[in-house]
């Protein structure tokens, strides 16, 4: 497996209880290249470790805190007869989208999507973004919409199977069955307020946390759980790692290579590269105040004067979903015809404007 000296995943305390050893030193790693398990790779090269944020010790010290706090909430939450409680429901919200904006491979898909930016605009190198500042604006993101999440209905996943949870070095997962199913959005983006969203957390290979979109789906669930005792909604959940991570999933001990290879070989198809796509439009039309702009496959494909580029996330489709995520009879999100998109009712602000009106989901 190719490692790097400055690769930084997730923290320890994430990964314990999946595959650490008794002394924190080493971890199971399966490599997505090389459909090869390499067991007791070096620990370090799979954690964040101090100041991959720069040297800010108060920026430090907030992300161990919070980290502190995350292993808190899971030792309670594996207690007998535990109920998610709504600070450890905030916790997990908060956790999983420090994860979903700050680990490298989230950053370095900002950093390809900045390259293939500044290349197409033909600016020079002092618009390149790097690692490190990805990730920085990673943080600032994080604290300028800590509770974007905060609308969605939880529920903790028991697996009640024999196949255990995997996670991954991309971990925290933003999926959206309706965007992806229904033909009106197939092919959008879709992002942190959307309709529909689902975002996903594996927390160790007997649990996981989900939070959905309540408005879009139902998920039956007895004082706060849902127990699981069909392998392959697992299966179905752990795709989601394989899709969704830059190489590397972190497996229980208790998975062999074998196993490893075949679901590799079955998910791996649906994974997608690069994760972004870039859209060039040119000016086409001035009519008093207003500009119109028409798409084109590439800035060299004709003259122009004039031109937008947008630049939008690639989210890869998994082949199925779990039964136990069902569709909410006259499911909605709500938009006004303008470029928010469709969202959620609940995370609606006074900025974003008026005269906005359900959208019923489709299930095509």
Same mark, same amino acid.
């Given at each position: 497996? *190719?490692?790097? $000296?400055? @690769?930084?995943?997730?923290?320890?305390? #994430?990964? %314990?209880?999946?595959? /650490?050893? =008794?002394?924190? &030193?080493?971890?199971?790693?399966?490599?997505?290249?090389?459909?090869?398990?390499?067991?007791? *790779?070096?620990? $370090?090269? @799979?954690?964040?470790?101090?100041?991959? #944020?720069? %040297?800010?010790?108060? /920026?430090? =010290?907030?992300? &161990?805190?919070?980290?502190?706090?995350?292993?808190?909430?899971?030792?309670?939450?594996?207690?007998?007869?535990?109920?998610?409680?709504?600070?450890?429901?905030?916790?997990?919200?908060?956790?999983?989208? /420090?994860?979903?904006?700050?680990?490298?491979?989230?950053?370095?898909?900002?950093?390809?999507?900045?390259?293939?930016?500044?290349?197409?605009?033909?600016?020079?190198?002092?618009?390149?973004?790097?690692?490190?500042e990805a990730v920085t604006i990673?943080?600032?993101?994080?604290?300028?919409?800590?509770?974007?999440?905060?609308?969605?209905?939880?529920?903790?996943?028991?697996?009640?199977?024999?196949?255990?949870?995997?996670?991954?070095?991309?971990?925290?997962?933003?999926?959206?069955?309706?965007?992806?199913?229904?033909?009106?959005?197939?092919g959008e983006a879709f992002g942190?307020?959307?309709?529909?969203?689902?975002?996903?957390?594996?927390?160790?290979?007997?649990?996981?946390?989900?939070?959905?979109?309540?408005?879009?789906?139902?998920?039956?669930?007895?004082?706060?759980?849902?127990?699981?005792?069909?392998?392959?909604?697992?299966?179905?959940?752990?795709?989601?790692?394989?899709?969704?991570?830059?190489?590397?999933?972190?497996?229980?001990?208790?998975?062999?290579?074998?196993?490893?290879?075949?679901?590799?070989?079955?998910?791996?198809?649906?994974?997608?590269?690069?994760?972004?796509?870039?859209?060039?439009?040119?000016?086409?039309?001035?009519?008093?105040e207003f500009k119109r702009y028409?798409?084109?496959?590439?800035?060299?494909?004709?003259?122009?004067?004039?031109?937008?580029?947008?630049?939008?996330?690639?989210?890869?489709?998994?082949?199925?979903?779990?039964?136990?995520?069902?569709?909410?009879?006259?499911?909605?999100?709500?938009?006004?015809?303008?470029?928010?998109?469709?969202?959620?009712?609940?995370?609606?602000?006074?900025?974003?404007?008026?005269?906005?009106?359900?959208?019923?989901?489709?299930?095509?």
């Amino acid at each position: 497996m *190719a490692t790097n $000296k400055n @690769q930084h995943f997730v923290p320890r305390c #994430y990964l %314990k209880p999946f595959t /650490l050893d =008794e002394n924190n &030193q080493s971890i199971s790693v399966f490599n997505l290249d090389r459909h090869r398990l390499i067991e007791k *790779a070096a620990v $370090k090269h @799979q954690c964040s470790r101090s100041y991959f #944020y720069g %040297k800010d010790p108060k /920026l430090e =010290e907030a992300l &161990q805190l919070m980290e502190r706090t995350y292993a808190q909430a899971i030792r309670l939450i594996g207690e007998e007869g535990y109920s998610l409680t709504e600070e450890h429901d905030s916790i997990l919200k908060r956790f999983w989208l /420090l994860q979903y904006l700050r680990t490298e491979a989230a950053s370095r898909r900002a950093v390809e999507m900045s390259s293939e930016l500044r290349s197409t605009a033909g600016a020079d190198a002092s618009f390149q973004l790097e690692v490190r500042e990805a990730v920085t604006i990673a943080m600032q993101t994080f604290a300028e919409c800590i509770d974007i999440v905060s609308d969605l209905r939880s529920c903790l996943v028991k697996n009640a199977t024999n196949v255990p949870f995997v996670t991954s070095d991309d971990p925290a997962v933003l999926a959206n069955r309706w965007f992806q199913a229904d033909s009106r959005y197939r092919g959008e983006a879709f992002g942190l307020r959307s309709a529909g969203d689902i975002i996903l957390l594996p927390i160790s290979p007997r649990l996981m946390f989900i939070a959905y979109d309540h408005n879009v789906y139902s998920i039956p669930k007895s004082n706060s759980w849902v127990r699981i005792k069909n392998p392959e909604e697992i299966r179905m959940l752990n795709q989601h790692q394989y899709l969704n991570c830059r190489a590397n999933i972190f497996p229980s001990p208790s998975l062999d290579e074998r196993t490893l290879i075949k679901d590799a070989n079955e998910f791996c198809g649906f994974r997608v590269s690069p994760r972004h796509a870039l859209h060039y439009a040119v000016l086409d039309q001035v009519d008093g105040e207003f500009k119109r702009y028409r798409v084109i496959e590439s800035p060299q494909s004709e003259g122009h004067s004039e031109a937008i580029i947008h630049m939008q996330t690639v989210f890869p489709i998994p082949n199925g979903w779990p039964n136990f995520i069902r569709w909410k009879r006259n499911g909605f999100g709500m938009s006004n015809g303008t470029g928010i998109g469709c969202v959620r009712r609940d995370s609606l602000t006074p900025g974003d404007g008026e005269d906005f009106a359900k959208v019923y989901a489709r299930r095509c």
